[in-house]
């Protein structure tokens, strides 16, 4: 996009923009240059494509200009336009958080679905890692009853997820700063339970894995979001030992937990016979697509994502 003062139209900028992304082979670059191009003109995507022929002012070309210099350096498009859409929330995000991901909406899609099927109405719900406040400001809205607590380590996610509660217009969470590894944290009635619902996405990636992630990843996103250890399972085996002890789960509670790929598995063998609940043998790795009353009980089980990975690990102890 030259500085010269010739026309461009929504079109050319359309156009010249997805190619650019697309020659740096960025995974989404007609959808990225779509939302820049949105967010200068304040133009929804149906409506950047009924004003193709509309020309750019020289300060909106200008604005688009330095969003593309900062996307083609590898920033993420959420931290760009300040804004991720997530589930049904609309959510205010920045490098101070992770840019809440699909797969942990399959997470929080399953607890509700077990919910939903049994007619659960949870009065206590626990976050534990909650970065952007994503899955607990969730949990608030589809429970305006409950009590919602989120724990975070990071005093930056807290004030992000708190900016997220009200841009969300929820009032049940309290936000925590405290380590979910450190015994304490269960120990001295900050976290006061028993909790109907817990859930946590945890650091999972290791070392190695972070090494070789995207600069996007890599570069612009916090590493305490998102590595777990040297091995990525490290962290949640730590925070599943503490958790288990804490006596912080309800007796008829569900619990769900995102993990890195084969996580599930690799911690029914760390961790064999040393939770209070025990793990199903052989470990069974569900569809998440598979209707919820299929779902072992009383016993850990690994969930799929859609991609039939196992990802996520679950537990749901029946109502009483
Ligand atoms: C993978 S992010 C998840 C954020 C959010 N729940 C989501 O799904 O997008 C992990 C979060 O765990 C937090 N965290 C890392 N280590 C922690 C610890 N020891 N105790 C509490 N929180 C921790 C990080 O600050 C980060 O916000």
Redesign the pocket.
Known sequence: MSQQSETWTVRDVLNWTSQKFAGLELPTPLLDAQLLIGSVLSLSKVQIYTQLDRPLIESERSLLRELVRRRLSGEPVAYLLSQKS?HDLDLFVDNR?????PE?ET?LDVVLAICRHENRQPKKIL??????????IALARAYPEAQVVA????SE?LEIAQINCERNSVTNIQLHK?????PE?YADGLLSGPFDIIV?????VSESEWLGCDVSVRCFE?K???VGGEQGWL?PRL?LTQLSSSGLLAQAGVLGF?LGISHPEVLSRELTSQLTIPFSEPMQAVACQRPVWEFPRNQWFAVKDYTQRSRFLFAVKDQL
């Open positions: 997530w958080v992770l840019v809440p991901r942990t997470l976050d534990l890692c909650s970065g952007s406040g994503c899955l607990a724990v975070d380590i990071s996610a405290a380590d979910v590894l450190l944290t946590s996405n945890p650091p999972y916090p305490l979001a998102l962290m925070l995102e």
